[in-house]
C-alpha cells in the first residue's frame, strides 16, 4: 500500500482543519457585511433618524478605542461599566443556580412538595423581573442589593424547572439498580441524580444567565449607578443615540460569550452529549 510522506499528511489535516474553521466563520461575516451594508444605506441619507455604521464608529471611536478609561465618578470606560455588571449578575446567577437545583430536587423528588410548592412558584415566575424592583429596593433600601435580588428571583425558575424535570425523567431502571445496590439517599442522589440530570440542569442555566444579563441591564437603567445598563440610559438622557448602539452590540456580544460560557462548562461536566 503506497503511503503518503509525514509533510503530505499534515498539510491536508490543515487544510481540512483551515475548511472547518471557514465553514463556521465566513458565513456569519457575509450575513454581518449585508448587515452593515443595507444599515448604511438606509441611514446615510440627510434627516435620517438613526446614524448609519461609520457615524456610530466615529461618534464612539474615543470608547471604542480606551475601554478602561476611569475619569472618577461615573465617567468610566465602557469595558468598566460591563465588569460591573458582570460583578452582579455573579453574584445573582450564582444565588439563582444554588437555590434552584435544591428546590429542583426537592420538586422533582417529592410529589408532596410539588403539589405544595409548585402553583406557587407557577405564580412567582410569571412575575415580570422589573416588577420586583420596588419590593427589593422596599426591603433592601440600597440598590446594590436590589439588582443582585432581582437577578436571582428572574434566573432561579429555569433552573429549578429544568432541573426538576430531570429528576422526574430518571429511568426506573436506574432506581432499581439503586435498590439492589442498597444505595443510600446521598449516593443515590450523587451517583445516580446528579449525573442524570445534569443535561437538564445546564440547560435551566443557559437561559438563566440570558435572563440575568437581560435583568441586570434593565435593573441599572432605572437604580442608576455603574454599569452597562445606566451607561444606556445615561447616553439616552443625552441624546447620544451612538454611544447607545454601541452599548447594545456590547451588551449582544457579552451575553453571546456568557451563553457559551455555560456551553463549555456543560460538555465539560455533562460531557459532549450535554448540548
Known sequence: MLKLPATAVLLAGLKRRALDVAR???PP????AVLLAIWELAFSGKGASLPPPSKVVADT???????FFDRGGLDKGLALHIFESLKRVA??????SLAGVLLGVLIGSSSLAYRGLDPIFQVLRTVPPLAWLPIALAAFRESQPAAIFVIAVTAVWPVMLNTAVGIRNIPQDYRNVARVLRLNPLEFFFKITLPATVPYIFTG???GIGLSWLAIV?????VGGVGIGFFLWDSWNSSLISEIILALI???????????????AGRLIGGPGTF
Open 29 to 32: 461575516l457575509i450575513s454581518l
Open 61 to 67: 471611536w474615543e470608547l471604542i478605542a480606551h475601554p
Open 24 to 26: 463556521v466563520i465566513v
Open 91 to 96: 453574584v445573582g446567577f450564582s444565588i439563582a
Open 218 to 222: 434593565a435593573a441599572e437603567m432605572l
Open 205 to 207: 442555566l443557559k437561559i
Open 250 to 264: 456590547y451588551i449582544g456580544l457579552v451575553g453571546l460569550l456568557l451563553d457559551r460560557v455555560i456551553t463549555w
